[in-house]
């Protein structure tokens, strides 16, 4: 057995899968250090796994982050907005690594490998030269959407369908190359920056593939269906299916209102997920009102405590219900798109009506779409018209569910947390020889 280094960036929708690994890991006999803040300190308070707290940038509350990083809030969603996370990202790089550090020098010289989420950096100096302990091997997780640059896709961000032809191969070169130079020049050069006054010797990767050319293996939690194909894609990249059931319980009970759900004929859910649930009048309230007239049981979950007020008859409001009992009694999902709750919606065969831009939710949205399991809105605000009539296409049309039982059965042919194992297997084997 190995001694595992887990490290999430204090996201809920990192931490949850990362810890999904890590039970899955002890499970398994393994020995596990979990590496993020010290707001989940709780959420990963597990038997056998040990917890070492990020501190100094890289510890935040990411519903707070506008408060942070004041500038933040002036830069409208899209491109812009996503350089400048990168560099908040990259700002607690060197937390990361001290963290890091502490936990593989606590690790003595058992063969250790690190897994890290997307967005988690601290690996990166040892990868690229800085001095300190290497483990045996580094494996980075794919929790958000492929951002690596490829020819046949436009830039991360634009929320562009994949182009293979040879037009698009060429507009897909410039733009890329455009982008990486005017777009995502800031953050490029923090992290320049940053890794050099960490020690590190070697140039890095653009920022957009770092987090997956750098590593031993980089392994996207997704179907390969609801990523783009990419020709160039980098040989350590290996799809091992979503993580839809991430192994969090609720204590909650079920809402006294349940059995509306089970006699409903038709049931139709909004969520803005956990994240992007700030601001309730961007898609939740607008679907609430699109549908109060038609003939289906609405139901909004939250995901934080909140009241919602002038409820229509046929809603039901709740702060939390967990999407395995859920989504099994749901014929439509309208989303803002967040990566999880969308392949979770796949899982169990759930078209989807999206509108989110925030994050990397113009990707997931625009890559859903592509896959012809869900209605793409293109806005965080979308009219309640267009909602009510991407509700009633979906419902009133086949091929929606034909393509998301088709994904179903994608997601179901796979087992992600066999294929991690199987990876740190490969990793500690390697070293040992």
Do not use: C
């Given at each position: 057995?190995?001694?595992?280094?887990?490290?999430?960036?204090?996201?809920?929708?990192?931490?949850?899968?990362?810890?999904?690994?890590?039970?899955?890991?002890?499970?398994?006999?393994?020995?596990?250090?979990?590496?993020?803040?010290?707001?989940?300190?709780?959420?990963?308070?597990?038997?056998?796994?040990?917890?070492?707290?990020?501190?100094?940038?890289?510890?935040?509350?990411?519903?707070?982050?506008?408060?942070?990083?004041?500038?933040?809030?002036?830069?409208?969603?899209?491109?812009?907005?996503?350089?400048?996370?990168?560099?908040?990202?990259?700002?607690?790089?060197?937390?990361?690594?001290?963290?890091?550090?502490?936990?593989?020098?606590?690790?003595?010289?058992?063969?250790?490998?690190?897994?890290?989420?997307?967005?988690?950096?601290?690996?990166?100096?040892?990868?690229?030269?800085?001095?300190?302990?290497?483990?045996?091997?580094?494996?980075?997780?794919?929790?958000?959407?492929?951002?690596?640059?490829?020819?046949?896709?436009?830039?991360?961000?634009?929320?562009?369908?994949?182009?293979?032809?040879?037009?698009?191969?060429?507009?897909?070169?410039?733009?890329?190359?455009?982008?990486?130079?005017?777009?995502?020049?800031?953050?490029?050069?923090?992290?320049?920056?940053?890794?050099?006054?960490?020690?590190?010797?070697?140039?890095?990767?653009?920022?957009?593939?770092?987090?997956?050319?750098?590593?031993?293996?980089?392994?996207?939690?997704?179907?390969?269906?609801?990523?783009?194909?990419?020709?160039?894609?980098?040989?350590?990249?290996?799809?091992?299916?979503?993580?839809?059931?991430?192994?969090?319980?609720?204590?909650?009970?079920?809402?006294?209102?349940?059995?509306?759900?089970?006699?409903?004929?038709?049931?139709?859910?909004?969520?803005q997920g956990t994240v992007g649930n700030v601001d309730f009048t961007q898609l939740v309230e607008p679907?609430?009102?699109?549908?109060?007239?038609?003939?289906?049981?609405?139901?909004?979950?939250?995901?934080?405590?909140?009241?919602?007020?002038?409820?229509?008859?046929?809603?039901?409001?709740?702060?939390?219900?967990?999407?395995?009992?859920?989504?099994?009694?749901?014929?439509?999902?309208?989303?803002?798109?967040?990566?999880?709750?969308?392949?979770?919606?796949?899982?169990?065969?759930?078209?989807?009506?999206?509108?989110?831009?925030?994050?990397?939710?113009?990707?997931?949205?625009?890559?859903?779409?592509?896959?012809?399991?869900?209605?793409?809105?293109?806005?965080?605000?979308?009219?309640?018209?267009?909602?009510?009539?991407?509700?009633?296409?979906?419902?009133?049309?086949?091929?929606?569910?034909?393509?998301?039982?088709?994904?179903?059965?994608?997601?179901?042919?796979?087992?992600?947390?066999?294929?991690?194992?199987?990876?740190?297997?490969?990793?500690?084997?390697?070293?040992?020889?």
């Amino acid at each position: 057995m190995a001694n595992i280094i887990i490290a999430a960036v204090p996201i809920y929708g990192h931490v949850a899968p990362m810890r999904a690994i890590a039970v899955d890991l002890i499970r398994r006999g393994h020995k596990v250090t979990f590496i993020t803040g010290t707001l989940f300190r709780d959420a990963v308070d597990e038997p056998g796994m040990d917890f070492i707290p990020l501190t100094g940038l890289a510890d935040y509350d990411i519903t707070k982050i506008d408060e942070l990083w004041p500038a933040r809030a002036s830069i409208p969603p899209g491109p812009q907005r996503f350089d400048f996370d990168l560099q908040v990202f990259v700002d607690g790089m060197p937390y990361q690594h001290e963290a890091l550090q502490d936990a593989l020098a606590k690790a003595g010289d058992e063969p250790t490998v690190v897994l890290y989420d997307t967005m988690f950096f601290g690996a990166a100096p040892i990868l690229l030269g800085a001095p300190g302990i290497r483990p045996a091997g580094v494996v980075g997780v794919g929790v958000v959407p492929l951002m690596i640059t490829s020819v046949d896709t436009a830039p991360f961000g634009m929320g562009a369908p994949p182009d293979s032809s040879e037009e698009g191969r060429a507009r897909n070169s410039e733009t890329n190359a455009m982008v990486a130079a005017q777009v995502f020049k800031d953050s490029q050069s923090h992290l320049v920056d940053t890794l050099r006054g960490l020690g590190a010797t070697e140039q890095p990767p653009f920022i957009l593939d770092s987090a997956v050319s750098l590593p031993d293996r980089f392994l996207q939690l997704a179907v390969p269906s609801l990523e783009y194909p990419r020709s160039d894609a980098p040989a350590g990249l290996r799809y091992v299916g979503g993580l839809t059931d991430t192994g969090s319980r609720s204590s909650r009970p079920l809402p006294t209102w349940w059995d509306d759900v089970l006699a409903a004929d038709k049931v139709v859910v909004v969520s803005q997920g956990t994240v992007g649930n700030v601001d309730f009048t961007q898609l939740v309230e607008p679907t609430l009102r699109a549908l109060a007239d038609l003939d289906v049981l609405v139901i909004a979950t939250l995901g934080r405590e909140a009241t919602l007020t002038d409820v229509p008859a046929n809603a039901r409001v709740a702060e939390f219900i967990p999407f395995d009992q859920l989504l099994p009694h749901v014929d439509v999902l309208v989303s803002n798109g967040g990566y999880g709750g969308v392949q979770q919606a796949l899982s169990y065969g759930v078209p989807m009506v999206l509108a989110g831009l925030s994050e990397d939710k113009a990707e997931v949205t625009a890559r859903t779409a592509w896959t012809g399991a869900a209605i793409n809105l293109a806005t965080e605000r979308p009219e309640e018209g267009r909602i009510r009539e991407a509700v009633e296409k979906i419902l009133s049309t086949p091929s929606f569910r034909q393509h998301t039982r088709r994904l179903q059965d994608e997601y179901a042919a796979y087992d992600p947390f066999t294929a991690i194992d199987a990876t740190i297997a490969e990793l500690v084997g390697d070293s040992r020889s």
